[in-house]
């Protein structure tokens, strides 16, 4: 770890792993103690979002929330689908705090399945690692162990639940869960 010492001040170096969202989240240990510290920028910049992008991850929730939705969605059009997303979040309602902050997380979910897990023409939320970052988040501890057969990649959820992925030559598959 590199730091530099200018006038009696430390200054260390901070990986940025995600800066989305207008502010960073700053994860360190200090004498033994997990610290955190979200630091906004321009928290007063306007986010436009493109519904447009979470149509199809939007089944992934109503798939394991409500079925009855979940089929009534699947059979909508687009733009229907679309004004249905809106109306589900009750993006309307600036005062639901609550709602505003789910559905800030769902597209950042979505925002970083894509950046992160897209391969050659399919988006990263239609994979097997985006649909189950999207709908667990991140993971608290992620294994890879290679064998002559291919990578594998274990993550680890709380209450030790695992999902491992297997690539051979090609994108991450769920092979296992638990």
Do not use: C
């Given at each position: ?38 630091i906004l920028l321009d ?87 985006g649909k189950i970052y ?45």
């Amino acid at each position: 770890r590199i730091h530099v010492n200018k006038n009696g001040i430390n200054y260390y170096p901070i990986e940025v792993i995600d800066d989305f969202f207008n502010g960073l989240v700053i994860k360190m240990i200090y004498n033994d103690n997990y610290r955190h510290r979200m630091i906004l920028l321009d928290r007063y910049k306007e986010i436009n979002y493109n519904f447009e992008k979470i149509v199809g991850p939007m089944e992934y929730i109503l798939e394991n929330s409500n079925f009855k939705q979940y089929r009534e969605y699947t059979q909508l059009t687009f733009e229907n689908k679309v004004n249905y997303i809106k109306k589900y979040w009750d993006l309307e309602n600036q005062n639901d705090d609550i709602s505003n902050d789910l559905f800030k997380e769902f597209y950042k979910r979505v925002e970083y399945a894509d950046r992160n897990f897209g391969y050659l023409s399919t988006d990263g939320w239609y994979t097997d690692r985006g649909k189950i970052y999207i709908i667990y988040g991140q993971p608290l501890e992620i294994k890879e162990e290679f064998t002559s057969e291919g990578e594998y990649v274990i993550w680890v959820y709380k209450n030790n639940k695992q999902f491992i992925f297997y690539n051979r030559y090609g994108p991450y598959i769920l092979i296992d869960t638990n």
